[in-house]
Each structure stands twice: as structure tokens, then as C-alpha cells.
Nanobody, 119 residues
Framework: QVQLVESGGGLVQAGGSLKLSCAAS????????MGWYRQAPGKQRELVAA???????RYADSVKGRFTISRDNAKMTVYLQMNSLKPEDTAVYYC?????????????WGQGTQVTVSS
């Protein structure tokens, strides 16, 4: 079982910054990838940013140049630095982690953290 603890959400004015954190713990062999998704009211959950264990990065077009994903392997923590925030970034942000447990691969989700950007 893997536990994900998210932090860092909140209310910020447009143009401001927030940094999200997601710490993983539990019994697993290795991490395949870590990333962030978001879901705004009435919309589907979408990928924001992701990083594989090999260091490959992927960003949604809407956040390129503004958001940066990073990780601390020793702390098994993934971060999302969000700059130049816009009202349309308002959503619940979810951490997502893919891990290897035994011979299988599994995906886990954090509980979600609210990010609200006021205009």
C-alpha cells in the first residue's frame, strides 16, 4: 500500500505563486512516475505535469512556461511550482504516483488539494 500526502494549496491572487508538495510512503519497489492532475468544477480531470523515473517531463500546454515539476528522490516527494497563476488554474489538484510492487505496477492518487486563483 502507498500513501500520498499533499500540501500547499490555497487562495492566491492572479499572477501569484503556489508550490504543491506530495510525499509518498509505503511498501513498494520503485517509482515509475509521479505527476499532478487537476479537476475544475464541471470538467474532467486533466494532466498538469508528470515526471518519469528517467527524468522525462510532460506538461499540459496551458501551463508550459508557468509551472515546473520536480522531485526529491530521497524524500520521495514530488513538487509543483506554479507561477503566474490565472483564474482558470482554479481546481482541485491531485498527486498521482505509479509504482512497482512485486511484479505488478500500480497507480495511486492523493486526496487532492484546492487551488483557488482570484482575479
Amino acid at each position: 500500500q502507498v500513501q500520498l500526502v499533499e500540501s500547499g494549496g490555497g487562495l492566491v491572487q492572479a499572477g501569484g505563486s503556489l508550490k504543491l508538495s506530495c510525499a509518498a510512503s509505503g511498501s513498494f519497489f520503485s517509482i515509475i512516475a509521479m505527476g499532478w492532475y487537476r479537476q475544475a468544477p464541471g470538467k474532467q480531470r486533466e494532466l498538469v505535469a508528470a515526471m518519469t523515473s528517467g527524468g522525462s517531463l510532460r506538461y499540459a500546454d496551458s501551463v508550459k512556461g508557468r509551472f515546473t515539476i520536480s522531485r526529491d528522490n530521497a524524500k520521495m516527494t514530488v513538487y509543483l511550482q506554479m507561477n503566474s497563476l490565472k483564474p482558470e488554474d482554479t481546481a482541485v489538484y491531485y498527486c498521482n504516483v505509479g509504482v512497482v510492487v512485486g511484479v505488478g505496477e500500480y497507480e495511486y492518487w492523493g486526496q487532492g488539494t484546492q487551488v483557488t486563483v482570484s482575479s
